[in-house]
């Protein structure tokens, strides 16, 4: 056998249920009871409402920079719908929609945004880690969450998310690797949305899909438009499913698009057009679920209606609290940034905590 | 003559190096369609392509390792790394082969190259968006750190940075970006890597500042000179290798130092400044030398960024208590 | 009480914290099977399994990452590098996770973790294996670095490591893995992170070492004391957290001190206690603070490393020369 | 189409062409000069007695610490034979073979191995970088090398080494990918020996192959029987000329044993087992190569008696001139530590220098 194969490497697909239309595979579509499709529903409307309203305080110059979710709203939810409460998040930053999935109050997401480092306020019981900036640096932590997990005997699963362009880190490679060859439960869902800042796909690397890269660790590899829930529900619960039972992590690509800024520092009109975005318009992962939904009889324009109101409502309510919570923050002493560098604090942090509390009073004393 | 932002400066010094040399190119993140995030490489993929403007793709010690390749094989690299706080994931490169190639190899190999990277706090960004850590850089034998304090010195200093046969870290402090305007003039006055500058004459002592600090060390003086004390500023440009004559002949004359950073203090680059003083002119000293400091925290979250770094004001009363002892 | 050395005092401590903890596992590049490239856990993967002492794939900051992920629910990592030198492929995880988890969230999260790595010169070994750069630990805010010095505190440094709430570096001196045997306790004597040890009372001059130049500092202080000179010696043994209050009351009583170690002397540890002292008790110095450290340039191929690193001969010198001034 | 093709991805295929015994597959047989084969077989055995020559060396105490290649003599030789001579070699740790076909000298060689920096002494107008301890970092210094060339409109190209282990590293994942979406000129030979240190390949990865690591890349794998020269001198050869004509790079998993130690600090028994090497003893790839030219007539084992001896009294000779400009460096100063950190000496540098040499009197008088 002097040429023989060794390895059939199998081929790539991707998984489509419900089309830019709305109209539905029948052959492939998930049995998913309607109290879930609502819920999935709300929490994309939900989270698209409050991106927009996050926008708006962006501009208005009231919380800092962000990155919106507009376009990713079905690639969050249809993977984080599979997450019982005992499992863990390990999100990128572009994941505002699956963290409020899980119970992030919008306050401390805009305590955040706006500067506090109060809005890292993760309650006790949560098994989510916050949003993590460095790109990539988050899948290995994944990772060994679940190798404690899997320690200890519990059948919880983590599941964490990044972009296409984190593919090209070498923390990506090590956390697929380690995962891989440690059989840990984990879910890698990757937000293929095309760019990175102005980097297109095409000049992230070679290989024609992300999910093809899962050979490389002889771990499975999935795709699927991420604009469609129904697809994204289906292949996530094969890999949660997957990752609990067989302890095999998967590669989960959803090809989506992101629609707005890279974040609020970003003008994309320097390297895409409106050629380039008008395409993905029309695949809005919403407009098609609703439409789903409405032809099942689940929903009405008036239940969208009113689901919008009293979404704005609770959002001006919401920031309302923020900014008592900020002139709360911003009347107190910033001392807080010494505390808890370490366990117990070491003399040099006491006495600059001091030296600081005095150069407060001097520098409030002189304006 | 122009009136140029720190950031147009930084651009106007890539745009004269690649226009001299074929061998110059730059690398990074968004550097090319994109114009860098903010904006360092603007215009300049139109005007030299996307094989001297590269983007690359999303993973930082590539492009360093990468940049070590291209400059071992004859080219001059500038490479970008978006923030200071990303450069780690090219620690490797950078302490296992940018600062090592010529000294391994006995002079056979050099790696002349450039890493640029925006550091420290001031500008409302997100977290690993704003620290300030160039006493790693300058700790590391092999590597020169170079930090410019305004418009003309980061052209100028850039300009002898990419010409330069040896690798530099340039740090650029990104509060500095369009802070203020200079006339930066139309063909480059050298700076010298290496050399300190002393932007004020004083004699009562002496402040020792870079980057954005610079400038508030610079209007503290002005509040002392309110006072009747006439501080002497120097700015340090480079801080590895230090200056240190011009270092300690300021302190001689004054007798009294404050060396201020935004960096945390432990283990500071503030730290080397006091140790040289203490070495060669501790008989000159009146006083302690001071440390004007960041904490020895990490910069918080934007709302307090201004309460870690060193106020003018900071500096105006230690430099008074200096003088009191 | 056995007679063991370094090596042997390192692997009891983790054979003791895996015995007391299930929560403490172990993992690495060549850990388990092999027990280490420097032995340091050896038999411990026949004992605990290879769930608790694990093997890795060849990824620094895989490793780290993992053990940030491990420790963040709940197991307390003990993460070995194979050389200080190949830390750096993991400065990233460290720097921007391993430094910051508690501090960003308020406590809500911590990542109780040790990192141990082997450091410094003098066995003779490749490139890459010889480098000092504690420095580069001790300036970052969030984490702990504590170097021991021999058999029997090594084993109680690194036990009080894996049971500190916080990450610590565990630097350890590879010179010294098998220089000599100490009588380590049966049961380890606690000590705390944070302090240092005066391992020599003297009255006349301060010598400050730890590490592989500590048993250096304790031979020119004996060749010192043949002279009718009496050096005070300090361990740091924590280099960060700094135990100020022993290092400034031993000068202010001895009015000289002399810091020793072998890294690279600029922007090195030795700068940070010449500030300290320089800051705290100024008016108690008779001359100024020595530093008696590796050249700042790599260290040699191991031919010549000897040279690079001080001498005891060097030590003694210039702590006289400190006590003519 | 919901569920469709995206890519086929292909089988991994093992290429081999002289099996253990020395039979060819005539099918396959490359049609290699005689004289090529000579010289290649010459470089396999020069380099298996120059790598017994140094284990000796080392256990005398006489050089430190270095990687043996035994074992491993046809994946270096049978892919370096295609460089031209302004071809760039960037080698890992263990291709001693392949620098000395390149025009590595002995001496510089055991030089360095004995601790002294004059022993990377790379002719100015040699293409090789110096052997490269950090695992896998070299391979993005072929990336950019490749870079270079290519950007200057050269045809020359870069073939780089790494092992197995190497393969886990984030530097070969960002290596690999630059590579790939750049066009970049460089071959990427992969030593699979089986092992890094003691970790046997299946806990380094869960990929049945290093091969398949290049579908990840969107570039082709390729994997021989690394013990075979003419299988790896066929792929090579591919791979190569890919490189130099269409500018695609390729990794090459060559597969192949180490016989002996990691390095001369480690000790094989705790961790494998002689059953373990066993069959890999019959498996050596330069007996079945000797088998294969005897076969043509090319050699006897005459000759190969002859050119033993003719290595062992040149090794000889070259270890007496090592010794002697050991000697001579010893004898010398040292003062080179402090040369060429920077093309300048800056005034820190001069003082530390002329302290050093002040110190150098004093402790030689001392002792
Ligand atoms: C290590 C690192 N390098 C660079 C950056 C700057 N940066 C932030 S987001 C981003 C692009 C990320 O692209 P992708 O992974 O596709 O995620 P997306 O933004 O599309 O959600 C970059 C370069 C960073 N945060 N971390
Ligand atoms: C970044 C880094 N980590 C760890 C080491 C220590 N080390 C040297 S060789 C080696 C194993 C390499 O395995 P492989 O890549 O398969 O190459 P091989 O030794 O088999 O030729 C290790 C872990 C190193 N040199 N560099
Ligand atoms: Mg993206
Ligand atoms: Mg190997």
Chains 1, 4 share one sequence.
């Not at chain 2, 002592?205 to 610079?218: K, S």
């Not at chain 2, 011009?246 to 004359?253: H, L, R």
């Not at chain 2, 203490?278 to 000159?284: S, T």
Request: contains cysteine; hydrophobic residues 40%; aromatic residues 8%.
């Amino acid at each position: 056998m002097p040429r023989h194969a060794v390895e059939r490497l199998g081929t790539v697909t991707h998984l489509s249920i419900l089309d830019e239309t709305g109209a539905v595979d029948k052959a492939l579509e998930p049995d998913i009871p309607e109290t879930d499709l609502l819920e999935m529903h709300r929490a994309m409307l939900y989270g698209r409402c409050f991106d927009e309203r996050m926008l708006k305080l962006q501009r208005q110059g009231r919380i800092g920079t962000f990155a919106p979710i507009k376009g990713q709203e079905a690639a969050q939810i249809g993977a984080a719908a599979h997450l019982r409460p005992s499992d863990w998040l390990v999100p990128s930053f572009r994941e505002i929609a699956a963290q409020i999935w899980r119970g992030a109050k919008p306050r401390d997401i805009w305590l955040f945004a706006a500067g506090y480092n109060e809005g890292v306020a993760i309650p006790e019981d949560a098994r989510d880690l916050p949003l993590c900036v460095p790109v990539a640096t988050q899948l290995l932590h994944a990772a060994g969450v679940a190798y404690a997990t899997k320690y200890r005997g519990e059948d919880d699963i983590v599941m964490t998310f990044h972009g296409d362009g984190a593919t090209s880190e070498g923390d990506f490679h090590e956390a697929l690797n380690f995962s891989g060859v440690l059989d840990l439960p984990v879910v890698f869902v990757c937000q293929n949305n095309q760019w990175a800042i102005s980097l297109p796909l095409a000049k992230q690397t070679r290989s024609k899909t992300i999910a093809q890269k899962a050979v490389a660790y002889g771990i499975p590899g999935l795709r699927v438009d991420g604009n469609d829930i129904l697809a994204v529900w289906v292949a996530a619960k094969e890999a949660v499913d997957r990752a609990r039972n067989e302890q095999i992590p998967t590669l989960l690509e959803c090809v989506t698009y992101r629609m707005e800024v890279h974040t609020t520092a970003d003008d994309p009109t320097r390297y895409r057009t409106e050629d380039d975005v008008a395409p993905w318009r029309k695949r809005d992962p919403i407009s098609r679920f609703e439409t789903y939904l409405k032809a099942k009889g689940l929903i009405d324009d008036k239940t969208l209606k009113g689901m919008r109101e009293t979404f704005r409502d609770a959002l001006k309510h919401d920031w309302q609290e923020t900014q008592e919570r900020i002139e709360e923050l911003d009347a107190g002493d910033p001392m807080g940034i010494f505390d808890a560098l370490y366990a117990q604090d070491y003399p040099h942090i006491t006495e600059q905590k001091a030296y600081f509390r005095e150069r407060l009073k001097r520098e409030r004393a002189h304006g | 003559m122009a009136e140029l932002t720190m950031i147009q400066a930084v651009n106007l010094a890539m745009r004269e190096a690649l226009a001299e040399d074929d061998a110059v190119i730059l690398l990074g993140q968004d550097v090319g369609v994109d114009g860098g995030i903010f904006r360092a490489t603007q215009g300049l993929i139109e005007d030299f392509g996307a094989a001297r403007v590269l983007d690359t793709p999303l993973a930082e010690a590539g492009i360093i390792g990468m940049a070590v390749g291209m400059a071992l094989n004859g080219m001059k690299p500038v490479a970008e790394m978006q923030f200071s706080g990303f450069s780690y994931q090219a620690f490797h490169q950078i302490e296992n082969h940018v600062a090592r190639f010529r000294w391994r190899t006995n002079g056979r190999f050099s790696v002349p190259m450039v890493i640029r990277m925006p550091y420290g706090a001031g500008v409302r960004a997100l977290e690993h968006h704003s620290e300030s850590r160039e006493a790693y850089w300058a700790h590391t034998p092999g590597l020169k750190l170079v930090i410019p304090s305004g418009p003309i010195k980061a052209r100028a200093l850039l300009a002898a940075a990419i010409r330069d046969p040896d690798p530099v870290i340039f740090y650029e402090p990104k509060a500095l970006y369009r802070a203020f305007k200079e006339d930066v003039p139309d063909v480059a006055e050298p700076i010298k890597i290496g050399k300190a500058d002393v932007v004020r004459v004083g004699k009562d002592l002496t402040l020792i500042a870079y980057g954005a600090m610079l400038p508030r060390a610079v209007d503290a003086a002005t509040k002392l000179a309110g006072d009747g004390i006439e501080a002497e500023v120097i700015d340090l440009m480079t801080i590895s290798p230090l200056d240190e004559e011009t270092i300690i002949q300021s302190v001689k004359k004054t007798g009294r130092a404050v060396v201020v950073h935004e960096a945390s203090r432990s283990f500071g680059v503030g730290a080397e400044l006091c140790a040289r003083i203490n070495d060669k002119a501790f008989f000159h000293l009146e006083a302690p030398v001071k440390r004007v400091t960041g904490y020895d925290i990490h910069p918080p979250f934007f709302a307090r960024e201004q309460h870690y770094l060193p106020s003018v004001l900071r500096i105006y009363d230690e430099a008074r208590e200096t003088l009191t002892i």
